[in-house]
């Protein structure tokens, strides 16, 4: 089950490879997250001393947060991943140009996980591909719902 997706990052990047992560998190974070104060539009990956941070995940404290826990926002999450697949991934964002970015958080077990993808930033004139693809879509949708809905 999602609880928050980052729809922006499949408009700005192609996706190569999709790759899940624990996140370190504390009580507050959890009881935000379960009631959907999350936001992951402007998130992305860092890589610091061979681990993987989440920076811009978002996520607003409850107003029933007790007194003396001290809610931050904007906290860096640590990401937990095996030694392999960090050092992996870590070899394609400084070698071939990639980036990591956060594509949405979900349930697994009980615990919440990040899909993090590895990926190359579009360009302009690719966006607008995309932009096309979509309307088209759309359109076409129309026209066959318009089309079975005159038969009868």
Sequence with gaps: MSIAENRRA???YHIEERHEAGMVLEGWEIKAIRA???????????????????????INALRSASTHVHPEADRTKKLLMRKEEIRRLI????????????LDLHYKGGRVKAEIALAKGKAEHDKRDTEKQKDWDREKGRLMRHKVSSKS
């Design 10 to 12: 499949r408009y700005d």
């Design 36 to 58: 959907g104060q999350v936001q992951l539009t402007d998130g992305y990956v860092v890589i610091r001393d061979g681990e993987l941070y989440l920076i811009g995940c978002r």
């Design 91 to 102: 070899g394609k964002v400084e070698q071939k140009g990639f980036t990591l970015v956060p």
